[in-house]
């Protein structure tokens, strides 16, 4: 069974540019969330999905960072217009349920560098 | 809200010696808490977690970790530690919301010394 993968490892970005970043979640696993980690800090959340309905989306930065995820399978999260700040790993977990206890399966990251 | 508190951002010890990561949580209501570990240009992946079962975790790769509710702690060990244990770990508490998402620590990075 394949894990979750991310689309692409590393992007490298003017400031001021557009990045698409892509989450291909195990396959059938509903629930799909968004994680960054800036450098030095902790992993936080960002936002997640259940199917293609955004769920809760509080850890969303502002309104430069837009995420979707049409037809519930893999999601997207651009970043419009990148600053210098959203430089991270962002990673994406994706769980088959919604128990506490269940676990997330994480993908590799994709390291964003916004120069 | 959870939160959680590694100490120690680095943590180095010798080849066969005992590793042990701190972890302490903050949680309003019964925690979920949760060790993963990343290993350089991969993922996170899970080591071990804590449901509200039994105290005394097992996990892969021989570590293990302790729910100590009175410290509100969640240390993890390994009684001897191998060169390939070198990674980063983080200690992460589930939410109450209905999310469910981590809450993570701020991650210690393992060295093992030959």
């Known amino acids: 069974e394949a894990g979750v993968t991310q689309f692409p490892s590393h992007s490298v970005i003017e400031k001021g540019q557009t990045v698409t970043l892509r989450c291909d979640p195990i396959s059938g696993h509903d629930n799909l969330y968004w994680y960054r980690r800036v450098m030095g800090k902790e992993i936080k959340f960002l936002l997640h999905f259940v199917k293609e309905s955004k769920q809760d989306e509080s850890g969303m930065p502002n309104n430069r960072f837009l995420a979707e995820r049409t037809g519930g399978t893999y999601s997207t999260l651009k970043v419009q217009p990148a600053e210098l700040e959203d430089s991270g790993v962002y990673f994406c977990a994706s769980t088959l349920l919604r128990d506490p206890g269940a676990e997330q399966f994480f993908g590799p990251g994709t390291r964003l560098t916004v120069l | 809200a959870q939160s959680v508190t590694q100490l120690g951002s680095h943590v180095s010890v010798s080849e066969g010696a005992l590793v042990l990561l701190r972890c302490n949580y903050s949680s309003s209501v019964p925690p979920y808490l949760f060790w993963y570990v990343q290993y350089p240009n991969q993922g996170l992946q899970l080591l071990l977690k804590y449901t509200s079962a039994a105290t005394l975790v097992k996990g892969i790769n021989g570590f293990e970790a302790e729910f100590k509710k009175s410290e509100t702690s969640f240390h993890l060990t390994k009684p001897s530690a191998h060169m390939s244990d070198a990674a980063e770990y983080f200690c992460?508490?589930?939410?109450?919301?209905?999310?469910?998402?981590?809450?993570f620590g701020s991650g210690t990075q393992l060295t093992v010394l030959p």
């Open positions: 992460a508490v589930r939410g109450s919301g209905s999310a469910r998402q981590l809450t």
